[in-house]
């Protein structure tokens, strides 16, 4: 039997009687909180939770490995599920754990942000979702090479996390196809010298009808903290 990722994703706003929710994905190296909270976007989600018609809870996975996934699996606000593939778990996280899924003709309940491999993330489970955004995510899946350094840049070592190297070794045994796109409403953003993704304009054509949101001067690292990006992203919600 294959190993087990684990995927653990924290609530972070939002409680009881929320009727949709908002799945947030980090990348290689960084963690929910450093992606998602020091750049201002659960700041900018928190009407979404706060709406008093239509309350949104807002989920912040941490990935194997990373430096809060642990705390994560510990926190008694997170929810986890487990398979041989993160993708396939986090999907079971949507699935269970997410509000029912919208009708074409009926306001959003489930969305999902990712950016970089978090982008992947939500590329795999855009099926189960009424809104994608994805930001930073490569048509050609970078290689190990530039893995190692994304995580060397962010003070992280495979070769002293068991958990971590678990992880890396099954990114490397599940490639990105890219090859089914998502069919929702979906934001396609990526910084403009974007240094990992510099082929994200070829993989946001291939998604019908998509938005896609080119931020001027942005790289790989800066891209997410951009204020374009997130009313673009809200505008998409509204």
Known sequence: MAEQIT??????????????????????????????????????????????????RLWLLELPGHRDHAEALADPASVTASAPWLGDAVRQLIAEHSAPLAAADEPWTRAAIGYSFGGRLVWEAADLL???????????????????????????????????????????????????????????????????????????????????????GRTHMNAVSARAFKEAALALLA
Not at 13 to 27: E, I, K, Q
Not at 134 to 153: H, K, N, Y
Not at 165 to 194: I, N, R, W
């Open 7 to 56: 995927a653990a994703a924290r609530l972070v706003a939002g409680g009881p009687s929320a009727v949709r929710d908002v799945w947030l994905f980090h990348g290689l190296g960084s963690s929910g909180q450093g992606t998602f909270e020091g750049t201002g976007w659960l700041r900018a989600l928190q009407p979404l939770a706060d709406d008093a018609d239509r309350p949104a």
């Open 130 to 216: 009424n809104r994608v955004v994805i930001g930073g995510l490569p048509r050609t899946e970078p290689d190990a090479e530039t893995r190692s350094a994304v995580l060397a840049a962010a003070g992280q070592d495979p070769a002293d996390s068991p958990a971590l190297e678990q992880f890396l070794q099954s990114v490397t045994d599940h490639p990105f196809s890219g090859d089914v796109p998502p069919s929702a409403p979906c934001l396609m953003a990526y910084g403009e010298k974007d240094e990992i993704a510099a082929d994200a304009p070829e993989l946001a054509a291939s998604v019908p009808g998509a938005q896609v949101l080119t931020l001027p």
